[in-house]
Structures are given as C-alpha cells and as structure tokens.
C-alpha cells in the first residue's frame, strides 16, 4: 500500500503561479504512474495531467497545455504540478493519484482558488 499526500495549494491572482507537490510514501518502489486530477464546484472530476514512472510520455488536458508542467523525482518520492498563468477556471480541488499493484491511490486533495 502507498499514501499520498498533497501540498502547494492556495490563493492566486489571474496570472499567477502555483507548484503542487505530491508526495508518496509507504511501497514507493510499487509505484508506477503518476497523475494529477481535479474537481470544480458543481464539476465532475478531471485529470489534468499524467506521468509515468519513467517520466516520458507525459500526458496533459487541452485545456492546460503550454501552462501546466507535470514531473516527478522517484528518488524523492514526489510527483510535482507546475501552474503557471492561472485562470479563474483553474480554481478547484486538485488531487493526486498513483496506480500500485493495479490500485488507485488518492491524496486528500489540496485547494487552489484564482481570482480576478
């Protein structure tokens, strides 16, 4: 078994940056893709980006390409979300998610609100 546990999340301004960090503990060596999703009020979940172990492919949203930049340090144990020019439409829960031994783990998900 793995526990994740976010971090990195708050308040911005439009434009602004924001780095989230995932870390993984427990069977770290198990662990095998990486990702990162979110949920907006009212909204269904949404993966916003997706790493392998190796790191290569990377996967991304349409909607935060070019902005949103996801890498992870297996020596560290971190899987981490670059944010750069937020929009208000960023504003939501983001989690973080790992696949182990054919489950899915969750962090507790970390709060980010953009605003004008």
């Known amino acids: 078994q793995v526990q994740l546990a976010e971090s990195g999340g708050g308040s911005v301004q439009t434009g602004g940056s924001l780095r989230l960090s995932c870390v993984i503990s427990?069977?770290?060596?198990?662990?095998?893709?990486g990702a990162w999703y979110r949920q907006a009020p009212g909204k269904e979940r949404e993966l916003v980006a997706r790493?392998?172990?190796?790191?290569?492919?990377?996967e991304y949203a349409v909607s935060v390409k070019g902005r949103f930049t996801i890498s992870r340090d297996n020596d560290k144990n971190r899987v981490d979300l670059q944010m750069d020019n937020l929009r208000r439409e960023s504003t939501a829960v983001y989690y973080c998610?790992?696949?182990?031994?054919?489950?899915?783990?969750w962090g507790q998900g970390t709060q980010v609100t953009v605003s004008a």
């Open positions: 790493i392998t172990r190796g790191g290569v492919p990377r």
């Open positions: 427990g069977k770290t060596w198990t662990v095998g893709p």
């Open positions: 998610c790992a696949s182990a031994e054919g489950l899915d783990y």
